[in-house]
């Protein structure tokens, strides 16, 4: 069965570093996205993308989040500058059309020291 | 805003015992309601979903009723197995202009045998 990959499943940073997350969607999967889930808190939508391009973010996704769909398969998440704020698991998602299931990844635990 | 309430956790029973998670909802419009599971190291699999007030969703076992004079979504089991230690997500799409899930903080469910 298809399935969503993302790398690392755990990755340490310094404060101030730049981070990148890498998410596989599903092949045939137009519509993607990314939650984060700080410890003991809630999953919290981040920005979705559509057409090569950012259809939705939440207040969250600030200036220091990028997305980007670098080839056929790839979306990624960059944080530019981390904070220890941003110590969290985040999850990629997709989905074949806009209204359809969205098809969760296993999520990367980000710590930010 | 639209917001996502779950009953705390962790819930533990033993094998076959009834189940319920509850969840209430917060809503302006008339918005899809899902439930997710998270089994341990995987990413989140959609359960069940109801797209409209008192349509039943079900899958595995599970059901939850779209309840809008109550703004509720609640889980049930009739009996839980050991595989169904998870933790468990209530959470709504809004629909319209965005398809965004918000959550709930999940559930952690523990069936010992």
């Known amino acids: 069965e298809p399935e969503v990959t993302q790398t690392p499943s755990h990755q340490v940073t310094q404060m101030g570093q730049e981070v990148i997350l890498r998410c596989v969607p599903i092949s045939n999967h137009l519509y993607f996205y990314w939650y984060r889930q700080i410890l003991g808190q809630k999953v919290e939508f981040l920005v979705s993308f559509y057409n090569n391009e950012i259809s939705e973010k939440s207040e969250i996704f600030d200036d220091q989040f990028s997305v980007e769909r670098p080839d056929g398969s790839n979306f990624t998440l960059k944080i530019r500058s981390t904070k220890l704020e941003d110590s969290a698991m985040y999850f990629c998602?997709?989905?074949?059309?806009?209204?359809?299931?969205?098809?969760f990844g296993p999520g990367t635990r980000l710590t930010v020291l | 805003g639209d917001s996502v309430t779950q009953m705390e956790g962790p819930v533990t029973l033993s094998e076959e015992a009834f189940l319920t998670i509850n969840c209430t909802y917060t809503?302006?419009?008339?918005?899809?309601l899902f439930w997710y599971v998270q089994y341990p190291g995987e990413g989140l699999q959609l359960l069940l979903k109801?797209?409209?007030?008192?349509d039943k969703g079900s899958n595995k076992g599970f059901e939850a009723t779209y309840r809008k004079e109550t703004t509720s979504f609640h889980l049930e089991k009739g009996s839980v197995q050991v595989s169904d230690s998870a933790v468990y997500f209530c959470a709504l799409s809004e629909g319209g202009a965005t398809n965004k899930l918000i959550f709930g903080t999940g559930t952690l469910l523990a069936v010992q045998p």
């Open positions: 998602a997709s989905s074949e059309s806009e209204r359809a299931t969205q098809y």
């Open positions: 809503a302006t419009g008339y918005p899809s």
């Open positions: 109801a797209t409209k007030a008192d």
